[in-house]
């Protein structure tokens, strides 16, 4: 197989390409998941740039293209301005490692490489971008990057291949709200963070759209510069030297003097024997396939659009299926949207429905409360077929002048068999929030198969936040109809009852529509991977519904004891600051980080532990916790008053406010999708956070209290990282203590301190807990001397005496550091799956806290998956018991119960034995339940 054998393609009427490649290869960077071949090597930027690339080359083969990267060093803009780009952070490893081996795969490709010393590639592409220009050529510039608006023109385009968007002189216009010849003037008042160029401060885009309206150019606007009123106005006459300044620094230069010229630039066939080399190294497996069969990658038999077709504004419902992402390639085209206002659409659509395989589910509501929120519309989408087909139903819009619609209560009546149905499968994007919509209307949504949230989630919990426009982006490259683009924003923003229907249709619809796409996507890869599928299937999926109803239920909240706590807060709090202010000689405010610093750090002369990044001397909590432990008592009293402060804002005060109206408790929303190890946490409230050891805190959960005639069980895993590690590092002696029952901590401190083990102290308890848990997190000798107020040599000693007595841990966590490097993940003992980015970082201080995470993750996320999984047993349980008892809290290893009085020591042993059996250990699983009138009592 040799590069001669390979015919190139062209259009002689294709334009002239030109790729950002900097820009490229930070936005794949940070876009796709971490992805590593079987050497470790980060390959994830090299990915998402070629297939960038290629979906230009299938869509235009072109027959001049060229990508052009940075160079290394400073330019002309740093000789003019020392401060350009300085606070730009270093390019990781795991980036810089990968700019070799793409350069060499484009260039087998046959596209030239442009790397122009001294020259920012900006400048380069505008600088060929005018010889074209000239050559009246046009030119398709392919980024990213806002500042390169200010060379379209009628002969210059640019391209943003990850939302499929153009920008020509009219959509400049309408993104931007100025011209593109006015651009540079825009970025010059506007200034830009990302390279430090300065602006005119206070000038945000909406002050830099209406100067440039009034006066057309930086030029006119400074000769007028006396007539711009208020603080704004003195602003730009205060920083007129600089504006000048700014405005030479956003100035794409088009007259370099380059080493290349037009003529010089042509692509090459591609060299299929360096690619076939370079894909298997880096483990491409398609394009690999693609090339040892004699295929030319990204070829236009490969799946070309034509020039004509890609040259238009890409419409809200245009299928993003003919993106080159290999997970797409299996997706049905989608019909044009319909919107249902008739009977005979609507009794269409319910027969469709009935006999989908599929469905994909969304509701359009008025709020986003879920106790609160009622449906102003339905979305769905089916595939059959060869296509998919989406609708939206809209049912409750009432704005002045809106058409008639179907009834609401008849529509919800016919489709509440369909959505009742448990035989009917269902999809969506978070779906738990869709569940409570539907109930407030009497619905009880069943059938939930696949959750698009999940499905992402559970493939990769770090990759990337798991929201469907986010989604749409990574994995079908679409941009989704943003709600602020339909809605507006702040407090002008409408709800979706207030919207006209031509506006919400496609913005609906496409959200169903999109969700079933990213199902077809995102399952294929959760099937081939048999943990993470079990992970999915059996854990997250079976735990939607018992998440819902758990929320649902609520809890009940004492408010009269709330707010004697808030009156006895703000007392103390008033007592705090009279102290500091006395402690300080004058009078400040405590919540100022300016007024502390100058307190602590010059009025009281203490020791500057840790800088902010803008070089001022830190005040946050772990310096001020330093400090205190130093013996200075300013310090401790701040720490103290934020803590209280914190208390009475989050909970004393707030909690009150979120009791809902219609049941009278408070029903907190427990996000699945949020912690990368697999945990629950949960919003409004949140009760993860609340101290369970200071007063205070347990004075809160005495708020947390059961109806008359009930009580709360609270049931809660002991030790259950711990068990997990013993079992993990199958160490006999931490598997002696666990199936003898000792106190683990009391017979570690046993082993590390060599005595009986009804001779160990308090304190030798208290130290041998601190490495238990300590080593579980990673901690090292220094986190640990600190933690026992000890010295480092002297923590070392315990750390080397534990792994002595309990070397199959160390042997664990050695054998974790090194497959997680191999792979480039750990692993639950459920098959849950965290990405490790870092592991092999060479940046020492990433890597560490990767090794760290590599440790503990496995514990941790196997934690979580047990209590999930005993969640869905109880649940299972709890249908068909005869028991009064609702589930109604998960807080870390806990669960929370509220029992009829007269049947709580009945239920106990069930509680007890669905818990400590979710999953077989080598050791066993104990649960501690208490109970209460209260949360607290029963903890």
Sequence with gaps: MTSSNVQLITNPDSPFILVDGSSYLFRAFHAMPPLTNSKGQATGAIFGVINMLGKLLSQYQPEKMAVVFDAKGKTFRHDMYTEYKAHRPPMPEELSSQIAPLHEIVKALGLPILVIEGVEADDVIGTLAQQATEAKHDTLISTGDKDMAQLVNEHVTLINTMNDSLSTPESVVEKFGVRADQIIDYLALVGDTADNIPGIPKCGPKTAVKWLNAHGTIDRLVENADSIGGKIGENLRNNLDQLALSRELTTIKTDCDLPVHLEDINRQPPDLEKLQELFAEYEFKTWLNQVMQGEAPFSKSNGAKAHSQTLTRKSPTQSASQSSEPTSSSMKASQPYETVFTLEQFDQWLERLQKAELISVDTETTSLNTMEAQIVGLCFAVAENETRQACYIPLAHDYEGAPEQLDQTMVLEKIKPILEDPNVAKCGQNLKYDWHVLQNHGIELQGIRFDTMLESYTLNSTATRHNMDDLALKYLNHRTIHFEEIAGKGKKQLTFNQIDIETAAPYAAEDADITLQLHETLWPQLETEAGLKTVFADIEMPLLPVLAHMERNGVLIDTDMLAAQSIEITEKLAELEQKAHLIAGEVFNLNSSKQLQVILFENLDLPVIKKTPKGQPSTAEPVLAELAE?????????????????????????????????????????????????????TEPNLQNIPVRSTEGRRIRQAFIAEPGYKLIAADYSQIELRIMAHLSDDDGLLNAFAQGKDIHKATASEIFGVPLDSVTTEQRRSAKAV?????????????????????????????????????????????????????????????????PDINARNGQLRQYAERTAINAPMQGTAADIIKTAMIRIEEWLKTCPFDIKMIMQVHDELVFEVAEDQIETVKPNIRELMESALELKVPLTVDIGQGKNWDEAH
């Design 630 to 682: 130093q013996g200075h008592e300013m310090p401790n009293l701040i720490l103290e008053y934020r803590s209280l402060a914190k208390l009475k804002s989050t909970y004393t005060d707030s909690l009150p406010k979120q009791i809902c109206p219609r049941t009278g408790r408070i029903h907190t929303s427990y996000q699945q999708a949020v912690a990368s190890t697999g945990r629950l946490s949960s």
């Design 772 to 836: 238990n848990f300590g080593l579980i997190y990673g901690m090292s000798a220094f986190g640990l001397a600190k933690q026992l107020n000890v010295s480092r040599g002297l923590a070392q000693e315990y750390i080397n005496l534990y792994f002595a007595r309990y070397p199959g841990v160390l042997t664990y966590m050695d054998t974790t550091k090194e497959n997680a490097k191999a792979n480039g993940y750990v692993e639950t003992l459920m098959g849950r799956r965290l990405y490790l």
